[in-house]
């Protein structure tokens, strides 16, 4: 046995079963059979039991399929193609022992029902259809002779639905019993050799002529009688309307001569009742013609004046309306130039705003740099940025009383020292430099204090010890 791979017995054992299977398959595939619409398949062999416990002879299927067991069971089928077959019945005795010709056409076909399609696979399996077709010819023409020597001719002739009842009903009652059905019956004519029927015929029309010249007679006696009555009567009602007429002809001049007399009574009292309102009228119109002139004239005078006055409202409606308009203009420009000088006075705020913004931004930034460069103390910036403006500081002292004019300056001086041993006129001087408004009260207004290399003040620098004489 080899180590590595797949035993050959395995593989030819798995082949094999593969084989089986598709054989299995290609048999069952092969014997599942599918039976046509125009034909009914019938199995036969095994096919089970009846209800009584004996074996089926067949199974009939119409439609649908079907499995064939092989070996057991085998199939055919059979046509339900319709048979036509021509029977052409001669010397057929009637009840009345008269032989007559019966020509007529069957059609048949092998029937679908449950029960008749089981005697058609048990009879009818393996045979042509010419065959079928001469066993179903010979069952017609017994059943035809026998339903011909059950009826009179008559009733042959001439009730033929009764005829075809009775050849259908006894004619698809044998057939059954093969396995077919009846599908149509066509008798085309009947004849005898003995002429019954022709006599029958030939009774038939000369009652039916007879009965025709009765009928014309009686027409003509009806019509003779009939026109005699019909004369009479046209003479009475020709007098009857005669009379009628003149008298009538006579009511209808006494009423044309009443109606005369009455119209031209109208027309008397109809003229005189018409100039009495011509009159009338014309009064009353020459009456509304002054009232309808006077009314005009009014109108006519009301019309002017709401003329006049409407020309003058007009005006001045449209002058106060061309005032409003002008008003409206100029308080438009107003309000436009408003507009205007306050969007401009706005944008120059702005302008300025964003400017002093950016100064003070600037200032801002430059006083960080300075105070980063004294080490971050804001006193050492503040002191380094006083002694840069020492100088402007000093000459705005100075500028304050440079401009100061003294036209003259008369100092009586006795020569004499004060208490500090100064004279008058140093102290004139030292109180005129002392009206500069001092460094250090300039600080102490700004809220800051004024850097101690700068000096102190005097209260402020320490005293002087008294010295022991």
Not at 58 to 70: D, E, L, M, V, Y
Not at 105 to 123: D, K, L, P, W
Not at 196 to 205: C, M, N, T
Request: glycine share 6%; proline share 2%; hydrophobic share 45%.
């Amino acid at each position: 046995m080899p180590q590595n791979g797949i035993n050959p017995a395995i593989i030819g054992l798995v082949v094999v079963i593969a084989l089986l299977l598709f054989t299995t398959l290609i048999v069952v595939l092969s014997r599942y059979k599918k039976c046509p619409s125009d034909k009914v398949m019938v199995i036969y062999g095994k096919v089970g039991t009846n209800k009584d416990g004996t074996s089926r002879s067949a199974k009939c299927i119409h439609g649908g399929a079907a499995f064939i067991w092989p070996v057991i069971q085998a199939y055919e089928y059979l046509d339900l193609t319709p048979l036509s077959i021509s029977v052409d019945l001669t010397n057929a005795l009637s009840r009345q022992n008269i032989r007559i010709d019966v020509p007529s056409r069957f059609t048949v076909g092998i029937s679908t029902e449950v029960g008749v399609m089981q005697n058609a696979a048990e009879r009818l399996l393996g045979l042509k259809l010419v065959e079928i077709q001469e066993l179903a010819k010979d069952i017609i023409f017994g059943q035809l002779r026998l339903v011909i020597a059950t009826m009179d001719i008559e009733e042959i002739n001439t009730d033929r639905d009764k005829f075809l009842e009775a050849v259908s009903g006894n004619v698809e009652t044998e057939l059954k019993k093969i396995g077919l059905r009846l599908i149509n019956v066509n008798v085309t004519d009947i004849n005898d050799e003995s002429g019954y029927i022709a006599a029958l015929g030939k009774e038939a029309a000369a009652k039916a002529i007879n009965d025709a010249k009765v009928s014309v007679a009686e027409a003509d006696r009806n019509g003779a009688i009939g026109a005699s009555i019909a004369e009479k009567e046209q003479r009475i009602s020709v007098a009857k309307s005669d009379s009628e007429a003149i008298r009538g002809e006579n009511e209808a001049k006494i009423q044309i001569a009443d109606s005369e007399a009455s119209r031209r009574e109208r027309e008397a009292e109809s003229l005189k009742r018409a100039t009495a309102a011509e009159n009338i009228q014309a009064a009353r119109a020459l009456e509304e013609s002054y009232a309808a002139q006077q009314a005009a004239e009014t109108a006519r005078a009301a019309l002017e004046k709401a003329r006049l006055e409407a020309d003058v409202l007009v005006k001045a409606e449209i002058a106060k309306k061309q005032k409003e308009l002008e008003a409206e203009a100029e308080a438009e420009q107003m309000r436009r130039k408003a507009r205007g000088e306050a969007d401009a006075i706005l944008m120059k705020m702005q302008a300025e705003a964003a400017g002093m913004r950016e100064i003070l931004s600037k200032q801002a930034e430059g006083f960080t740099e300075i105070v980063n460069s004294a080490g971050g103390e804001a006193s050492d910036a503040i002191r380094l940025m006083l002694a840069d403006k020492m100088e402007e500081l000093t000459r705005i002292q100075v500028d304050a009383i440079k401009n100061l004019k003294i036209d003259k300056i008369t100092v009586w001086d006795n020569g004499a020292n004060s208490a500090d041993g100064k004279t008058s006129t140093a102290n004139f001087v030292s109180g005129l430099m002392k009206s500069v408004p001092p460094l250090n009260e300039i600080f102490d207004m700004a809220g800051m204090q004024l850097p101690e290399y700068l000096g102190k003040k005097a209260e402020d620098a320490p005293a002087e010890e008294p010295t022991a004489e």
